[in-house]
């Protein structure tokens, strides 16, 4: 068999670089730390999501056979480097001879990595479904709605952003967008965007996520699709194959956050409410990484957790031994998620006083600087702990 041979411009690349890839998740093990490359006929997509945001830019190209691969981010960031260094296009290379790998070619050099080895996901059919549920269609200068959903992420001085990040709620009505923001103990804030189109819609949304989807689409006018529920995505797309959509943020989740937070200061005392860039709150507990967290679904619920081990890899054994502790462990679980080992409670959140809170706390720390040392000795990762058995 010969080798497959795809020629891709400069410009492809970086675009690919630049709007497509930032949307992977942070973990290669995973089939979404992957940018999903297809080619049909000539006809070629590059898909990409971390499960809150999907990316997709669709281009032509030369006929030629059927491909798809899950590719590593860190391929598309060397072929940029190849493309620039040689100032012409770089080839996607599937070796006939060499089956698991991908290279990308040019003259001044190649480099190959590992595809994902794993079942290929119908990301595409998100963006089908993002598109079918429409119902708010406008259209807007890409600057100008960036520039306005900036501002309304701008924190309030007093307010540090890093720990307090409330959500935007987004909505419509013929010829404006509007996002309006409810700061802690200030109150809220309206933004205005005149648009072409549009009508009665509304979604509660994540603004540092709005923020780098707007971002990503190409400057000019692009075209901004509210949901036909609340529950339903953000779709933003240009007119040079670029589209992206943005889950919505639980809004009975959000409605709910102030109780939580309540009960964090009641436990704690009034200290900054600090959330990661997984919206986890992060505790003053202990030596060990200790967090809380809002879940939303069937039923609204608290975790608090521990991590015990980070940079571990998942194996049989390692889910065994867990399973065993999981019989051995009252009142939480261990698990494996992310390349981490986590010790996890949970609670109903009207159930939740600042003593439950703070036992859960402690039975967490206690699980994870106990048998995190000795999971990370006999599987291997880091141990959050700093003690060692």
């Known amino acids: 068999m010969e080798n497959t041979r795809i020629s891709i411009t400069q410009g492809e690349w ?3 670089y630049q709007d497509i890839a930032p949307f992977t998740q942070d973990d290669e093990q995973r089939a979404s730390g992957h940018v999903l490359f297809t080619a049909k006929g000539g006809a070629r997509s590059w898909v990409a999501t971390d499960g809150k945001c999907l990316a997709v830019l669709e281009c032509d190209g030369a006929a030629g056979p059927d491909v798809e691969l899950l590719i590593s981010p860190r391929l598309v960031s060397a072929a940029c480097a190849l493309s620039q260094a040689a100032d012409e296009s770089v080839d996607l290379v599937v070796d006939a001879d060499r089956p698991g790998v991908v290279s990308a070619s040019a003259g001044c050099g190649s480099v190959t990595l590992p595809v994902f080895d794993g ?3 119908a990301w595409h059919d998100g963006l089908a479904i993002a598109r079918a549920r429409a119902s708010s269609t406008a259209v807007v200068a890409r600057d100008a709605i960036w520039s306005v959903m900036a501002e309304a992420r701008r924190a309030p001085q007093g307010i540090d952003l890093e720990a307090v990040n409330p959500p935007f709620w987004l909505a419509s009505e013929p010829g404006v967008v509007t996002a309006t923001v409810e700061w802690p103990r200030i109150g809220p804030s309206l933004f205005v965007v005149p648009v072409a189109g549009g009508s009665s819609a509304r ?3 994540n603004p540092r996520r709005l923020v780098n989807l707007v ?17 339903g995505p953000v779709l933003v797309s240009d007119d040079t194959g670029w589209s992206g959509f943005l889950m919505a943020v639980d809004r009975v989740e959000e409605e709910l956050r102030p109780a939580l937070e309540a009960t964090l200061t009641d436990a704690f005392g009034d200290i900054p409410l600090v959330r990661d860039e997984d919206g986890d709150y992060v ?3 202990g030596t060990v990484p200790v967090y809380a967290r809002l879940v939303g679904g069937d039923s609204h619920r608290v975790q608090v957790f521990s991590v015990a081990v980070t940079d571990i890899r998942t194996s049989r054994k390692l889910l065994g031994e867990l399973n065993d502790q999981n019989c051995r462990i ?8 992310a390349s981490q080992v986590l010790f996890e409670t949970e609670h109903e959140i009207d159930q939740l006083d600042p003593e439950s809170l ?6 967490v720390a206690e699980l994870a600087s106990r048998l995190g040392p000795l999971l990370a000795m006999a599987f291997g990762g880091q141990a959050t702990a700093g003690d060692t058995p």
């Open 119 to 121: 079942d290929v996901p």
């Open 203 to 205: 979604v509660c949304v």
């Open 330 to 337: 009252p009142f939480a679980k261990a698990l494996w998620f």
């Open 14 to 16: 970086q675009r690919v």
């Open 283 to 285: 505790l003053p507990f």
């Open 215 to 231: 971002s990503s689409a190409a400057p000019g006018d692009i075209t901004l699709a509210l949901p036909d529920a609340p529950d």
């Open 358 to 363: 703070i036992e859960s706390c402690s039975r």
